[in-house]
């Protein structure tokens, strides 16, 4: 059955006004998430992300230290050099592990990649050196269009790294889908569209709306029989669009609807290892 995954971005100050509401969603529905912060908002305000997330329904892993390219990004700019590279993913980990105590298992990287970190060869031996499980780094269609497509995991065995797992993740860049980012109208999506139903005419602005786009995901996977669905989600820019929440109200009650399992990229990694070992002993 196809795994339902809430998963959201902090990276920066407006995140923890943002963060108190969508727990508060999350408890309502007892429904999972992870989420992966930057480092230096975390410890702009460790107790309080703590208080927030130090719970059995979360998962709390890594959104680098500070933001900064593990690769080149024509969006979001050029790569930090090696170094910063090498800081960025070690003192990530470093950060959620010594606020949460407690494993710090996966990374999603800033920006991410349509073909994740598989053409970072220096990236990836970081990752795989700090003792990062998973990666979550592919999240663009090819040619860095919009809307990614349901890429499922995958190993980088190819790459050298047969127990780093690159758990990807769906749809839109959602600030992207309200001009939260002010980058205006810009080449964003494919043509000829892989999804043209889930490109929407304009800039959305409402959250029905913006669940309607959701739902053409989630449904989509549940049909292709695929292993999971997540979303790109950033707390502050959920939060400037829909004060109240409400996109995700209609979409963890449409999960539930479906009767979809909902869970963490943890409980995902469990899964793909576990099918991995199966495979290994045939
Ligand atoms: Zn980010």
Known sequence: MTLYIAAYDAESAE??????????VHRRHELPATFFITGKVLEAD???YRRLLDDPLFEVAS???????LRDH??????????????EIFLGKQSVERVFERPCLGLRPGCGWPDGLKGAPRALEFVSEAGFRYVSSMSWAKD??????????????EQGFPDLWELPVHGWHENLLKDNNAWGPRRL???PPEMPEAIPPAFITT??????????????????ELSFVSLVW??????????????????????????LRAGTYGDLLARVREGAGRQRQL
């Not at 860095?144 to 065995?157: K, M, R, V």
């Not at 950033?234 to 009767?259: A, I, K, Q, Y």
């Open 144 to 157: 860095f269009a919009l809307p990614a497509p349901l890429n499922q995991p995958f190993s980088y065995e």
């Open 207 to 224: 959250p029905a709306e913006e669940f309607a786009i959701y739902r053409l995901f989630i449904e989509r996977a549940v049909s292709e």
């Open 189 to 191: 999506t494919l043509w």
């Open 15 to 24: 995140c923890l006004a943002a963060c108190r509401k969508i727990v508060q």
């Open 46 to 48: 460790p107790e309080e």
């Open 63 to 69: 959104h680098t230290y500070s933001h900064k390219m």
């Open 234 to 259: 950033h707390p502050w820019s959920l939060n400037r669009f829909d004060s109240e929440m409400e996109m995700l109200d209609l979409t963890f009650s449409h999960v539930r609807g479906l009767g």
């Open 74 to 87: 024509p969006f979001c700019g050029p790569a930090a050099s090696e170094q910063q590279i090498r800081d």
